[in-house]
């Protein structure tokens, strides 16, 4: 069982940047993988990155492919978002989630745990 929570977000103008962490804890499964995702009003859930925690791999929606910045850091239990040259349609709840599944393909896999969720609005 993972606790996730998240933190960061806020308030920037289009082409900043910001950053979401996510600190889990708990019993931490051998092969996890964990990212940020979004689910805006009357659409899908969409996984924006997310990274296998033990070997890496990462994914990026075509939106966040060459913007953002996935990382991870086992020996804190945290992992991160950098999001540069940040758009109005980045704008959303991004909330953190782990998945006890480690395969980071085409996309990521969805979770089973689920951080509070993180506000990022992009305005001028």
């Known amino acids: 069982q993972l606790h996730l929570v998240d933190s960061g977000g806020g308030l920037v103008q289009p082409g900043g940047s910001l950053r979401l962490s996510c600190a889990y804890s708990?019993?931490?499964?051998?092969?996890?993988?964990i990212g940020w995702f979004r689910r805006d009003p009357g659409k899908e859930l969409e996984g924006v990155s997310c990274i296998s925690a033990r070997n890496r791999r990462t994914f990026y929606s075509d939106s966040a492919k060459g913007r953002f910045t996935i990382s991870i850091d086992n020996a804190r239990n945290m992992m991160t978002l950098q999001m540069t040259n940040l758009k109005p349609d980045d704008t959303g709840i991004y909330t953190c989630?782990?998945?006890?599944?480690?395969?980071?393909?085409?996309?990521?896999?969805?979770?089973?745990?689920w951080g509070q969720g993180a506000q990022v609005t992009v305005s001028p």
């Open positions: 708990g019993s931490t499964p051998d092969y996890f993988a």
């Open positions: 989630g782990a998945a006890n599944s480690d395969y980071v393909g085409t996309g990521c896999p969805l979770p089973d745990y």
